[in-house]
């Protein structure tokens, strides 16, 4: 029942070219950031990543980004990140954008063993309809669309169905973990964490407390161990935040 490595590098060491995987955080905040260090130093490429966003230029996914080692991503929001939007418009990055409600969804979905579901979210858009550029080609054409999704109406309204998400890895961050691999997320940390927790195959915690089992009240837990496979403790040092803004001090 113990399942906690001794680094981040041998936690993500079986992890192969071409994998899946889901990764926690919600812009900077709650990023497992030594594990995808370790797994830019481990060499897999060809990844497949599924986040809410896909970091920034230098931090968290944007690092296997800035190396080329992303090959499609799906996620809500990429806003923050030029390598990002440089390979996605050269036709070097395949991207699915998805509403962030419908995402957290289809993790969630996937997680519990659910194929699929409907939600109103992006009926009558390109989400639905297809059409959506998720691959250009070198000239910007469209190289590869989104296609049409299956509609049906509930009550008067016609709602979209949805594919839950399962991938190969699941890449999570939590405050605190047990040996047992139960997880706790403070705050803002608590954000795509346990979802991502939830629809990894193999799921992979990095934890900045570890304690004992039976030290967290069960009341508290938000991810079970058994949705954890590996536990590695790193501390809670290299917290960065996206965007500092202050107001002018009185004089």
């Known amino acids: 029942m113990d399942k906690v490595y001794a680094s981040c590098a041998q936690a993500v ?39 809410n966003n896909c970091g920034v230029d230098g931090w968290g996914l944007g690092v296997l980004l800035d190396h080329k080692r992303i090959r499609r991503t799906t996620g809500s929001y990429v806003g923050e990140n030029r390598e990002f939007e440089r390979q996605y418009l050269s036709g070097e990055l395949e991207v699915e954008l998805v509403p962030q409600g419908t995402l957290a969804e289809r993790l969630r979905a996937g997680g519990c063993g659910i194929p ?3 939600t109103p ?15 250009h080609n070198a000239d910007g054409s469209i190289a590869v669309a989104s296609p049409k999704k299956e509609t049906r109406v509930f009550g008067g309204r016609e709602y979209v169905m949805e594919l839950g998400i399962v991938c190969d890895y699941a890449l999570v961050r939590a405050s605190i973990g ?39 009240d069960p009341e508290q837990v938000h991810l079970p161990g058994v949705f954890v496979q590996r536990v590695v403790k790193v501390g809670a040092e290299g917290k960065r935040i996206e965007r500092v803004t202050t107001r002018k001090r009185d004089s």
């Open 13 to 51: 060491a079986d992890i192969p070219s071409g994998a899946s995987l889901t990764v926690g955080g919600f812009g900077l905040s709650g990023i497992p950031h030594n594990l995808i260090e370790a797994l830019l130093e481990q060499g897999a490429t060809d990844l497949v990543t599924v986040s």
């Open 116 to 118: 699929a579901f409907y």
């Open 121 to 135: 979210a992006g009926d009558g858009t390109l989400v639905a309809d297809g059409g959506m550029p998720w691959r």
């Open 178 to 216: 047990d040996r047992h691999g139960n997880l706790v997320f403070h705050k803002a940390t608590r954000n795509f964490n346990p979802l991502c927790g939830m629809a990894g195959r193999i799921t992979i915690a990095e934890v900045e407390e570890l304690v004992e089992p039976g030290q967290i």
